[in-house]
């Protein structure tokens, strides 16, 4: 299969959001099967993740109308995913954000960069004026490049987490358009 030339969104120096390539799935499945990416992630998110998994996920991306799932790319590698995903009904004019970054590209301000540049281009190109999300309270670094992106803690959920049979808490985090 070939494929598509790619189609990059947005960048910023050595990162940039670009389409899920059928080259990046590989990638993706060994990201996705470590421990310490996973645990920061939904139940939803299969494990353990397996080829089949990207696979299927690749083509749901592919799928999506209007495109507001994207890869990470740095140094010309894919690193990672961000999403932004649209609310519906009385939430429509809101999306929340979801990411993740390799461990191997961990600590490099690769997360920072993306966000922000999702968070302009979700601004500027959907229907929305806010953008959130939720972070495990174990998750220190995710809130760090919220924070750094100009997202404010709105609130705390307490015990509305449960991962690994384990209570925690949410902390919520959301960005206004200007």
Same mark, same amino acid.
Request: proline share 3%; net charge neutral.
């Given at each position: 299969?070939?494929?598509? %030339?790619?189609?990059?969104?947005?960048?910023e120096g050595e990162? #940039?959001? +670009?389409?899920?390539?059928?080259?990046?799935?590989?990638?993706?499945?060994?990201?996705? =099967?470590?421990?310490?990416?996973? *645990? $920061?992630?939904?139940?939803?998110?299969?494990?353990?993740?397996?080829?089949?998994?990207?696979? &299927?996920?690749?083509?749901?991306?592919?799928?999506? =109308?209007?495109? %507001?799932?994207?890869?990470?790319?740095?140094?010309?590698?894919? #690193?990672? $995913?961000?999403?932004?995903?649209?609310? /519906?009904?009385?939430?429509r004019k809101s999306?929340?954000? &979801?990411?993740? *970054?390799?461990?191997?590209?961990?600590?490099?301000? *690769?997360? %920072?960069?993306?966000?922000?540049?999702? /968070?302009?281009? &979700?601004?500027?190109?959907?229907?929305?004026?806010?953008?959130? %999300?939720?972070?495990?309270?174990? =998750?220190?670094?995710?809130?760090? #490049?919220?924070?750094?992106?100009?997202?404010?803690?709105?609130?705390?959920? +307490?015990?509305?987490?449960?991962? =690994? $049979?384990?209570?925690?808490?949410?902390?919520?985090?959301?960005?206004?358009?200007?």
């Amino acid at each position: 299969m070939s494929e598509r %030339t790619e189609i990059n969104i947005a960048e910023e120096g050595e990162v #940039v959001l +670009r389409e899920l390539l059928d080259s990046d799935l590989e990638k993706l499945v060994e990201y996705a =099967n470590n421990e310490k990416v996973s *645990i $920061n992630l939904r139940d939803a998110f299969p494990k353990p993740y397996l080829p089949e998994n990207a696979i &299927g996920f690749k083509k749901m991306v592919d799928s999506l =109308n209007p495109k %507001t799932f994207f890869a990470i790319q740095y140094q010309n590698q894919y #690193v990672g $995913n961000i999403s932004l995903s649209i609310g /519906t009904d009385v939430y429509r004019k809101s999306a929340e954000i &979801g990411y993740f *970054i390799g461990e191997p590209f961990w600590n490099r301000g *690769i997360a %920072t960069k993306a966000v922000n540049l999702m /968070t302009n281009w &979700g601004f500027s190109h959907l229907d929305i004026v806010r953008i959130h %999300t939720g972070v495990f309270e174990f =998750n220190k670094a995710s809130q760090r #490049v919220l924070e750094k992106c100009g997202f404010v803690k709105e609130a705390v959920f +307490r015990k509305s987490i449960c991962k =690994n $049979n384990e209570l925690f808490n949410e902390i919520r985090y959301a960005k206004i358009k200007e």
